[in-house]
Each structure stands twice: as structure tokens, then as C-alpha cells.
């Protein structure tokens, strides 16, 4: 179905996946923000992502970064979070969006994943309209008849 969303492909050995000059700055979760970063993405997004974020922010070494304007945080996104070598959650302040942060975010943690030894990640459960952002950005390719693990949630 043209409105199913799909989990994406990335090659994380193609020139394009490399940090980037964020317009701000990009940090991994040090444990005593961790209240924080969870309270910004319970208030921005959902309970779910909260959760999802929760094995990020909580391991020895986080697998969640945040961007920020001052003290303020703007934006974040973990991976290995869900499943080994996958993508997400992210989310940035509607405030800050179309600034880059989002593209800082993907590309730091892309950059993580393949110094942690993986050759490719993971973008699960991706919706169509997000599909153009992460082909043009981290040259990601939708997953045909892709098995999303998110099937596996109780709702």
C-alpha cells in the first residue's frame, strides 16, 4: 500500500554518512540529563518514544544524542534502542525544525552505528512523507514487504 509505512535501508559506508557542522551543538546523553532528555520527549512527542528512548538514555554508554540551544533541549535521537542496528526514535522542537538539527541528529548517530562496526542500519516503521528526507539525507532505500518490529508492540 502507497500509505504503509516501511522500514529503510542505509549504507552506512557511503560518502554521505559523516558528521556534520551542526548549527547546534550535537551531545551524547550524559546520565544526569537523562530526566531531561525523557521530560522533552515526553512534552514534544509520545509516551512510546519515552519508552523506546528509555534503553538509550539508560545504557553505560548512551545511544541517545540531544541537540541544544543554550541549556535548552531542541532535539534528539538514539539508536540500537528497539533493536540492534536500527534508526530512531529522533524528533526536533517545531521551533527548530528546517534548521538542520534533524539532519545533525540522523547523520551523528549514522556515524555512531558504523563506528560501533555496523555496515548498514536500520530506519524502522518509516511513513511515506518522511520516505524523500531520509533518501536525500543518509541515501536510505525503502524495504520492500519489510517485517516491522514494531508489529511486535502491545498497544
Known amino acids: 500500500m502507497a500509505n504503509e509505512s516501511r522500514d ?12 556534520l557542522v551542526s ?5 551524547r546523553v550524559l546520565s544526569p540529563s537523562s530526566d531531561k532528555v525523557l521530560a522533552f520527549i515526553g512534552t514534544h512527542f509520545s509516551e512510546g518514544w519515552v519508552s523506546e528512548a528509555k534503553a538509550g538514555v539508560y545504557s553505560n ?8 540551544d543554550g541549556e535548552k ?13 536500527y534508526f530512531g526514535p529522533t524528533g ?3 521551533e527548530y525544525r528546517g534548521k538542520g538539527v534533524g539532519k545533525a541528529l540522523l547523520l551523528k548517530c549514522l556515524v555512531a ?7 548498514y542500519a536500520i530506519i524502522g516503521g518509516v511513513k511515506p512523507h518522511n520516505w524523500p528526507f531520509y533518501e536525500k539525507t543518509c541515501g536510505a532505500v ?5 517485517k516491522k518490529i514494531y508489529d511486535r508492540m502491545v498497544r
Open 61 to 68: 554508554n548512551p545511544t541517545c544524542f540531544i541537540a541544544v
Open 8 to 19: 529503510m535501508l542505509v549504507d552506512l559506508y557511503q560518502p554521505i554518512i559523516q558528521e
Open 73 to 85: 533541549i531542541i532535539g534528539f535521537a538514539c539508536y540500537d534502542v528497539t533493536a540492534k542496528g
Open 142 to 146: 525503502t524495504i520492500a514487504n519489510s
Open 23 to 27: 548549527p547546534f551543538p550535537i551531545k
Open 113 to 119: 552505528l558504523k563506528e560501533a562496526g555496523y555496515g
Open 92 to 94: 526536533v522542537d517545531p
